[in-house]
T-cell receptor, first 114, second 107 residues
C-alpha cells in the first residue's frame, strides 16, 4: 500500500459524458501527478500540481482538467468522453516538486467509455 | 522530439541475470527512473539516476550514461515474482515514460 488513494476504482460511462476522478496523496506529500495508461500508448504523464499550483503539463487534452485543493487532494475532470479515453488513470504523489523525488502511485481508476 | 526506447519483451530463467536497456532522446535531462509494474497494478519505484554510473540496490542495479542517452536495469538472482513490466522514465521539465519491457521468468 503506497498511501495514495484513488476513487472510484472502476467507472463505466457513455460517450459524451463527464466524470471526475479523485486522488488523495500520501500524508506529507505536496505534489500530485496524473497519468493515463492505455495498452497501446503506455504510461502518459498528464499534469502535475504542487501545493495547489500547476507545476508541469504533459499530454493533457483540452477536454481534461485538474485541480489540487487546499487539503492537497486532487481531482481530474474528463469531459465529452470518447471511446479512446478508456484507460487506467493513475495518480501519484511525492514530497516535493523537483524531479528527484520518488513518486508513489495510487491503485488507479479504470475508466471504460461505451 | 522526445523518445524513449526499450525492448517490448524479454524472457529469462529463474536464478539468472537479465539486463533491460533503455535509450532516450529528450530536450532536457533531470534524471532517469526505473519502475516495476505488475499486471493490473500500480508502478512501484525501483531506482533513480541523475549522474553517470551504477547505482546498486540489493538484487537490482541501474546504470546511466548521459553522453550516450543510455541506461540499463540489471536484475540478479531472478525470482518468479520479478515477472512484471519494467518502465524507464526520463524527466526534463515533465516526466516521459517508455512503453515498458515485459519480463517473463521461466522456472
Amino acid at each position: 500500500d503506497s498511501g495514495v488513494t484513488q476513487t472510484p476504482k472502476h467507472l463505466i460511462t457513455a460517450t459524451g459524458q463527464r466524470v471526475t476522478l479523485r486522488c488523495s496523496p500520501r500524508s506529507g506529500d505536496l505534489s500530485v501527478y496524473w497519468y493515463q495508461q492505455s495498452l497501446d500508448q503506455g504510461l502518459q504523464f498528464l499534469i502535475q500540481y504542487y501545493n495547489g499550483e500547476e507545476r508541469a503539463k504533459g499530454n493533457i487534452l483540452e477536454r481534461f482538467s485538474a485541480q489540487q485543493f487546499p487539503d492537497l487532494h486532487s481531482e481530474l475532470n474528463l469531459s465529452s468522453l470518447e471511446l479512446g479515453d478508456s484507460a487506467l488513470y493513475f495518480c501519484a504523489s511525492s514530497v516535493g516538486a523537483a524531479s528527484s523525488y520518488e513518486q508513489y502511485f495510487g491503485p488507479g481508476t479504470r475508466l471504460t467509455v461505451t | 522530439g522526445q523518445n524513449i526506447d526499450q525492448p517490448t519483451e524479454m524472457t529469462a530463467t529463474e536464478g539468472a541475470i537479465v539486463q533491460i536497456n533503455c535509450t532516450y532522446q529528450t530536450s532536457g535531462f533531470n534524471g532517469l527512473f526505473w519502475y516495476q509494474q505488475h499486471a493490473g497494478e500500480a508502478p512501484t519505484f525501483l531506482s533513480y539516476n541523475v549522474l553517470d554510473g551504477l547505482e546498486e540496490k540489493g538484487r537490482f542495479s541501474s546504470f546511466l550514461s548521459r553522453s550516450k542517452g543510455y541506461s540499463y536495469l540489471l536484475l540478479k538472482e531472478l525470482q518468479m515474482k520479478d515477472s512484471a513490466s519494467y518502465l524507464c522514465a526520463v524527466r526534463d521539465d515533465k516526466i516521459i515514460f517508455g512503453k515498458g519491457t515485459r519480463l517473463h521468468i521461466l522456472p
